[in-house]
Antibody, heavy 122, light 107 residues
Framework: EVQLVESGGDLVQPGGSLRLSCAASGFTFKNNWMTWVRQAPGKGLEWVANIKSDGSEIYYADSVRGRFTISRDNAENSLYLQMNSLRGGDTALYYC???????????????WGKGTTVTVSS | DIQMTQSPSSLTASVGDRVTITCRASQSISRNFNWYQQKPGKAPKLLIYGASTLQSGVPSRFSGSGSGTDFTLAISSLQPEDFATYYCQQSYSAPWTFGQGTEVEIK
C-alpha cells in the first residue's frame, strides 16, 4: 500500500523555524516527483513546492520562496520541508503528496498524506 | 501566474441531481488540469487527471471535459457520499495553482 506520513508540525513563534518530514512507503520513492501542499484553517488548497525525483529541479510558490526549502533523501525514502522566518500566514495543515509524471507531462497528484499541522503564533 | 477561477463557490443539490462545476484558467493550459475531492477532515482525493481521465476506483458518474481555458466536472447522479468540496488545479506551469473550491451541499 502506498503511504505518506508527515511529521514535524508544531506551534512556533513568528520568525521561528520548523522542519517537516514525510516518510514514504509502498512505492519506489526515487522515481517520483514530490510536492508539499498546505491548507490554512477553513481555506482552500495552496501549492507550496515541488521537487523532481533526483532533486535536480525545484519550484516554489512566491509566498514561500526564500524562506522554505524542499529537499529529499532517496536512500531514506523521505521528503522534507525546512521552514524559516515563519509568519502567521504560514499557519496551515501541510500535506506531503506524490506526483505522477505521465509520458505526456500532464502531471497530477495521486496520493496524499494525512497532513501535519503548523501553527505560527506568539 | 495562472489563475484558476471555479464556479460556483457553493451549490445545494439533491441526491440524484446532475451537477456541474466549471473552472476557468487565466491562460491556456492545454489539458494539464486535474480535479480533486475533499471531505471534511480528510486529505484531498484525485478524481480526474489530464482534464478527462477518471482515476482508478472513481465512480463513472464523475466525468471531466475541456481543454485550453475552460473545464467542467460533472456528476451525473449525485450520491450521498459526493457531498464534499471540489478543487480544480493546473499543472501546466509553476507555480501550480488550485481553484478556490466548490462546496457541494445537501438540499
Amino acid at each position: 500500500e502506498v503511504q505518506l506520513v508527515e511529521s514535524g508540525g508544531d506551534l512556533v513563534q513568528p520568525g521561528g523555524s520548523l522542519r517537516l518530514s514525510c516518510a514514504a512507503s509502498g512505492f519506489t520513492f526515487k522515481n517520483n516527483w514530490m510536492t508539499w501542499v498546505r491548507q490554512a484553517p477553513g481555506k482552500g488548497l495552496e501549492w507550496v513546492a515541488n521537487i523532481k525525483s533526483d532533486g535536480s529541479e525545484i519550484y516554489y510558490a512566491d509566498s514561500v520562496r526564500g524562506r522554505f526549502t524542499i529537499s529529499r533523501d532517496n536512500a531514506e525514502n523521505s521528503l522534507y520541508l525546512q521552514m524559516n522566518s515563519l509568519r502567521g500566514g504560514d499557519t496551515a495543515l501541510y500535506y506531503c503528496a506524490r506526483i505522477i509524471q505521465p509520458p505526456d507531462y500532464r502531471y497530477y497528484i495521486d496520493v496524499w498524506g494525512k497532513g501535519t499541522t503548523v501553527t505560527v503564533s506568539s | 501566474d495562472i489563475q484558476m477561477t471555479q464556479s460556483p463557490s457553493s451549490l445545494t443539490a439533491s441526491v440524484g441531481d446532475r451537477v456541474t462545476i466549471t473552472c476557468r484558467a487565466s491562460q491556456s493550459i492545454s489539458r494539464n488540469f486535474n480535479w480533486y475531492q475533499q471531505k471534511p477532515g480528510k486529505a484531498p482525493k484525485l478524481l480526474i487527471y489530464g482534464a478527462s481521465t477518471l482515476q482508478s476506483g472513481v465512480p463513472s458518474r464523475f466525468s471531466g471535459s475541456g481543454s485550453g481555458t475552460d473545464f467542467t466536472l460533472a456528476i451525473s447522479s449525485l450520491q450521498p457520499e459526493d457531498f464534499a468540496t471540489y478543487y480544480c488545479q493546473q499543472s501546466y506551469s509553476a507555480p501550480w495553482t488550485f481553484g478556490q473550491g466548490t462546496e457541494v451541499e445537501i438540499k
